[in-house]
């Protein structure tokens, strides 16, 4: 484990998705289309980070703090629209995703987005409240991103090396920024009973749209004739590592709500910064950026 | 008390009933009961990097290739518009798209060989091949074909590309002239379709223009410009000498629409300007080596940003006034109208007002 610092920076990666297939784990649907719900719920959720974060600036009076925050902003901009050009692929292999993505579209831009509340007090409760909610949405993001860095099952099943990297880079940036979330809401409220709260709510939240977008795919993918999914398939998943296991994910919510919790104390930033060194997209990203500007 | 075997059938009669209601709510709204946002945001990324084949690359005139790429199900695009290709090593280079925007199989491209350039075009022309695979991203559009009751286009050289898609598509009906310069008649790609194109060049008074220095000296801008239509779009495309001309001579009554090839610089770079914050009522400098962003953040440190290169889309601010040179990599041809990343994007003039 490791909590040495980094400062945080955007890298512009891009990947080409003509070649990954429907099922990009082989022979294993339920697997492929509940990491897939991921395509659903980013785009339009790291999106809403970006559109909340922007306006939680003006209250951080910390200069590293400061820098870490922009930094994040930039690397979850990315992470929203990498996601995002999974998600024509999946329409142009018969699999629609618009139905759902249009609803999460309505709970992160309208349900979430700011409301016409009084300036002063009320508006900023709703901006702690959210701050919060992201706090704890990380907790997840980083246990996920902890989780697939170490999901070596998945290279044995021979899972498509775009979209490992894809997860792996993204999940390689959410260990490296595990901190910056949790900080800002330390940073401007740090209450414990707006921690557990906002908790709750985030757990069932992702828990309900993760159950129903696996269901969606699982239904609506044209090469199943009874595509169901049910509680079972991923707890078996999970026992077998091609999914988190039913277990780890129990055992990350008291963590959280321990009074002594700090991000730091999970995933590895070594590992996380090592992956990054060596992703296929990361180097592609700093390559390009280095060549533009020796061309300038 | 034990329940009656009665309550429980019911009970379980109305479980089934709902698990039904249920069943068939969800299949028809995924997320039920929450309802869709209209129009929805995801599913339509801004810059979908697509990997295309080379299926043709051809010689069309002294210096002059042209490359087709071919894909299924391409995004379509309006004349005027280019498309960045990323090249085997790395480097980033846009070039106007000549082929048919019907077409959503294939794009085509045409590119000059710059003996002294930065190495971009030497690549495209040595080692992109048939057969090989590359990487592009667009279309954009910056050179949109607007309504006009006339037209009139210069192009010098390779810079016919994005006006030669624009000829096609203007009805038979419209007024149009053209006026295509170039070093020598062997160097100027797309001659013989553009003749083709205005078969009574003579007899309709010049609708085409081909000048080519070797035979006729200088184009005769003046000429050309001349008794020009009120209201009529100036469109040009080709060196900077040409295009600086045309500036000075346009008519009075007449629009310039200008598609420079230069390089897009990053950062920093060219002259100064004004920016006036409407919301906070102060007006700032911008001058060369500045961007917007870092005077903007002087003076309101809370101004976000992250990437400061033009494509995370923080800094994103709404423009009120003044004209918008687009450096980034992101904004969609209609957000560009009325808002630009202050990270990279500068002023086409000499002043912007920014909502802030």
Redesign the interface.
């Known amino acids: 484990m490791s909590n040495k610092h980094v400062p945080l920076k955007a890298r512009k990666v891009s990947f080409a998705w003509e070649d990954t297939p429907l099922h990009w784990v082989p022979g294993d649907p339920f697997t492929t289309h509940t990491i897939n719900v991921l395509h659903l719920l980013l785009p339009a959720g790291e999106r809403w980070f970006v559109h909340v974060y922007k306006q939680v600036l003006p209250y951080i009076r910390d200069e590293r703090l400061r820098e870490d925050v922009i930094g994040f902003i930039g690397q979850e901009a990315m992470h929203s629209q990498a996601h995002d050009e999974v998600l024509p692929h999946l329409k142009d292999q018969g699999l629609d995703p618009t139905p759902y993505t249009a609803q999460v579209d309505w709970l992160f831009e309208k349900l979430l987005g700011d409301r016409t509340l009084p300036p002063g007090r009320p508006r900023r409760w709703w901006l702690m409240e959210r701050v919060a909610l992201i706090a704890a949405i990380e907790h997840y993001t980083a246990f996920l991103g902890d989780w697939v860095l170490n999901a070596d099952a998945l290279d044995r099943r021979g899972a498509d090396p775009t979209m490992l990297d894809l997860l792996r880079w993204h999940g390689a940036e959410e260990v490296e920024h595990r901190s910056v979330a949790f900080e800002v809401f330390l940073h401007v409220d740090g209450g414990y009973a707006r921690r557990a709260r906002t908790w709750a709510t985030a757990f069932a939240a992702l828990v309900f749209l993760w159950q129903r977008g696996t269901r969606y795919f699982m239904e609506n993918d044209p090469t199943l004739i009874d595509g169901r999914a049910t509680f079972r398939d991923f707890h078996r998943r999970g026992r077998r590592g091609l999914l988190p296991s039913t277990g780890a994910v129990a055992r990350s919510v008291p963590r959280y709500l321990s009074r002594g919790y700090h991000p730091s104390q999970e995933g590895s930033t070594e590992q996380a910064v090592a992956y990054l060194a060596a992703s296929p997209a990361a180097v592609a990203a700093v390559a390009t950026e280095k060549s533009q500007e020796g061309a300038v | 008390m034990k329940p009656k075997p009665m309550t429980l059938v019911l009970a379980a009669g109305a479980a089934l009933v709902v698990r039904r209601a249920l069943r068939r709510r969800?299949?028809a709204?995924?997320?039920w009961p929450?309802?869709?946002?209209?129009p929805?945001?995801?599913?339509?990324?801004?810059?979908?990097?697509?990997?295309l084949l080379v299926t043709a690359h051809e010689r069309i005139a002294d210096g002059v290739v042209r490359i087709r790429l071919e894909g299924h199900?391409l995004p379509r695009w309006e004349p005027g518009a280019h498309l960045d290709l990323?090249l085997p090593?790395?480097?980033?280079r846009q070039y106007s798209l000549c082929g048919d925007p019907e077409d959503t199989s294939s794009y085509t491209v045409a590119t000059r060989l710059v003996e002294d350039g930065?190495?971009?075009s030497r690549e495209v022309h040595e080692q992109v091949q048939e057969g090989v695979e590359l990487?592009v991203?667009g279309p954009r559009n910056r050179f949109p074909l607007v309504e006009a009751p006339a037209y009139a286009f210069v192009a010098g050289g390779i810079g016919i590309t994005p006006v030669l898609p624009m000829l096609r598509a203007l009805p038979e009906s419209t007024e149009w002239r053209l006026l295509y310069g170039g070093r020598t008649r062997a160097s100027m790609p797309f001659l013989e379709e553009i003749e083709k194109l205005a078969p009574d060049r003579e007899r309709s008074g010049g609708r085409v223009t081909v000048v080519a220095e070797d035979e006729d000296g200088h184009p005769g801008l003046d000429a050309f410009l001349a008794d020009l239509p009120e209201g009529t779009a100036v469109y040009c495309c080709g060196p900077e000498g040409l295009m600086a001309a045309v500036e000075e001579r346009l008519p009075a009554g007449t629009a310039l629409h200008l598609e420079r090839f230069a390089?897009r610089?990053?950062?920093g770079g060219d002259g100064e300007f004004e920016v006036e914050l409407h919301r906070s009522g102060r007006t700032l400098t911008v001058d060369g080596d500045t961007s917007v962003l870092a005077a903007v953040r002087a003076e309101l440190p809370?101004t976000?940003?992250?990437?400061e290169?033009g494509?995370?889309?923080?800094c994103q601010q709404k423009v009120l006034e003044g004209e918008i040179d687009h450096r980034d990599e992101l904004l969609t041809d209609s957000e560009r109208g009325d808002s630009m990343l202050i990270c990279v994007s500068r002023a086409r003039g000499t002043r912007l007002v920014l909502d802030i």
């Open positions: 969800i299949q709204s995924p997320l929450m309802p869709a946002l209209d929805s945001v995801s599913g339509r990324p801004r810059s979908r990097a697509l990997t199900d990323v090593s790395g480097l980033v930065r190495g971009g990487e991203r390089p610089t990053t950062a809370n976000p940003y992250s990437c290169q494509w995370c889309g923080t």
